[in-house]
């Protein structure tokens, strides 16, 4: 690792030397004479500490990358049909009036979207583990199930175990896809629901008609005590015969055993005494519950065809989102990212829910990329939409700045790739940095992926020139995804290996396009210009986006960091203590505590003590 130590010298003559010993020496303590030279030396140590040792990689090109073959970008059929009407929204918990009014408001508006464009909508609730009063689950449980959502198809998806009155609200939804591990039921939280609740459980399954979902089912999650079997029933004689599994009772069995049914097999799925609890695996093995097993987005929309985009929570619920642009431009370092992390808490902090990032970089610091990127992941949380919009190029660490951001719009002929990390050796070299690097460089390309339910392996490539990437199928499902070898292996034969991704080849760092990178999964559908992206997201055609401007702190940082005021600053300050210990009058004291203040201030707000660059 290329090591660059700096250190500041301040010589003084041996003429001097003396003048300032005689000086002292003719009524100046040398108590003081010895403060002041503590000081200096404390000084002069903070400055020779503040080298920083930078570990290169990619450098920022001068000129723009050469831009893929990529068809010429055209306007968008206009008989093109509209794209399916699709809305996500959480449930958080407790359910109460105001989720109530969130849920219903957007509900409605997408139902009479669905109505104008002919198309069926589908209606995502992401629910939320937690307790609710069941008063208030019941008002909504009821409005999904009505006949006013009737060109709507409502889907639970549950990413996290569930149990109590919220398991109510997936029940009245069309269709319940899960996370394998998540787990659905106990409504009563181990007693018996009472009857008036029972038999609303039971006319919203009914009401619902979902396949997968039956009386015995709901009755087995509502009551400890009641035992769930699982029978398979022959009817038909000869070339018509055919057998039927049905979910049913105990008394339901003996009825069907009365009227002469022909049993061919009894399963008990849930015993007397035992938690009306079912795992997404468990569910989708016993054919019960579940339609489809999702544990991200990314394949939830998979599954329904939905554009990843509209399985986005909206924190604007469906009214015009307050939209802050910041421009991410020039060559990702230490004191441009303090900038933007002063910028997007200024954004989040004057009400902003939506940031768009307009990338347009060759790269930088690898550490101030992944700093910003984790940055912008953990935006989440703070109920902030986050775009990446990519009008020319994102390379290297700007290219990882975007995979931390909710969607990622890219023009059909812009580039994101090549975050492969290089460090400059002493004799001036680039070479490819050691494997403990690229792999702590992996694993955060691997959580962003995951965060924002992207394939891992075609982001690891960006950065892995030797990883080859591969389109797999799901064996169950026919999704489509793309995977390492690793990855397939571990899979234990869920997924059926296809051809190897081209981008991904040895000794390549994975680059793609904007039409690219939606067929890899990692970016939405090409937009041709500002205009179709605000279009796409919803933004009214009239409102302006205007990037972030500076304030006058950030343009002070900015100056202040300049090679030359910095040199001027560090020698102006060496001069003021020198004439202070020349004349001890204080102020060349004050005057140089002012230019070393101006120093330190200026350097911890534009740049960290140890960088990487990418």
């Known amino acids: 690792m290329g090591i660059e130590r700096s250190g500041f010298i301040v010589s003084v003559t041996s003429g001097e030397s003396q003048a300032l010993l005689s000086h002292i020496e003719n009524g100046e303590s040398h108590t003081m004479k010895h403060v002041n030279q503590m000081l200096l030396a404390f000084i002069l140590g903070l400055l020779v500490l503040n080298g920083s040792s930078t570990l290169r990689a990619d450098p920022a090109p001068s000129e723009k990358p050469q831009k893929q073959s990529a068809e010429p970008e055209k306007k968008a059929d206009a008989d093109a049909p509209p794209s399916r009407p699709a809305l996500f929204m959480t449930i958080e918990s407790p359910v109460g009036e105001v989720t109530y009014g969130r849920v219903t408001n957007a509900a409605l508006s997408l139902q009479n979207e669905a109505a104008k464009s002919g198309q069926k909508g589908y209606l995502v609730l992401q629910i939320s583990p937690g307790s609710s009063p069941f008063h208030q689950v019941q008002g909504l449980a009821k409005f999904l199930a009505s006949a006013q959502l009737s060109d709507l198809k409502t889907i639970a998806w549950i990413p996290e175990t569930v149990i109590g009155n919220n398991v109510v609200l997936a029940l009245a939804c069309d269709e319940i896809v899960m996370h394998p591990d998540a787990e659905l039921g106990d409504i009563g939280y181990g007693k018996a629901l009472d009857r ?196 020319d190029h994102a390379m290297s660490s700007a290219a990882i700045i975007a995979l931390g951001c909710d969607e990622i719009f890219m023009r059909p002929g812009a580039q994101t790739g090549d975050a492969g990390p290089i460090e400059m050796k002493e004799d001036g070299q680039f070479e490819h940095v050691p494997e403990k690097i690229l792999s702590s460089l992996r694993v955060t390309l691997k959580d962003l992926a995951e965060k924002k339910g992207r394939p891992a392996a075609v982001c690891e490539a960006m950065s892995d020139k030797d990883l080859i990437v591969y389109e797999v199928t799901n064996s169950k499902t026919g999704q489509l995804w793309y995977m390492s070898e690793d990855e397939i292996h571990q899979s234990n034969g869920e997924w059926i290996q296809g051809p190897a991704v081209p981008e991904s080849r040895k000794a390549n760092l994975l680059t793609v396009n904007g039409g690219r990178a939606h067929e890899l999964k990692i970016a939405e559908p090409p937009v041709r210009d500002m205009d179709e992206l605000k279009q796409r997201l919803g933004i009214p055609a009239d409102v302006k986006l205007k990037a972030v401007g500076r304030t006058w702190v950030d343009t002070l940082v900015y100056i202040l960091n300049s090679q030359i005021i910095t040199f001027l600053l560090f020698i102006l300050g060496a001069i003021f203590v020198y004439l202070e210990l020349y004349t001890l009058t204080g102020l060349f004291g004050i005057m140089s505590a002012v230019c070393f203040g101006l120093f330190f201030w200026s350097r911890f707000l534009g740049e960290q003590p140890v960088t990487w660059k990418s």
């Open 196 to 391: 008036d609740e029972r038999e609303f459980v039971l006319s919203i399954v009914e009401k619902r008609h979902n396949a997968k979902l039956s009386r015995a089912l709901a009755l087995g999650m509502m009551d400890p005590q009641q035992a769930v079997l699982k029978v398979k029933i022959q009817q038909g004689e000869g070339e018509n015969r055919q057998i039927i599994s049905r979910i049913v009772t105990p008394d339901e069995l003996k009825r069907l055993q009365d009227n002469m049914a022909v049993i061919t097999d009894v399963e008990t799925i849930k015993e007397v005494g035992s938690l009306g609890v079912f795992s997404g695996s468990k569910a989708r093995a016993l054919d019960v519950l579940v339609q489809q097993l999702a544990p991200t987005r990314g394949e939830l929309a998979e599954i329904y065809g939905i554009p990843r985009e509209k399985l986005r929570d909206d924190p604007t619920l469906g009214e015009a989102p307050k939209v802050m642009l910041i421009k991410v431009d020039g060559m990702i370092e230490p004191l441009l990212e303090a900038f933007l992390e002063r910028q997007i808490n200024r954004a989040v902090n004057s009400g902003a829910n939506m940031l768009i990032f307009e990338i347009d970089s060759g790269g930088g610091y690898l550490m101030s990329g992944t700093n910003l990127a984790n940055m912008i992941a953990d935006l989440d949380s703070r109920q902030v939409r986050t775009v990446a919009y990519i009008p």
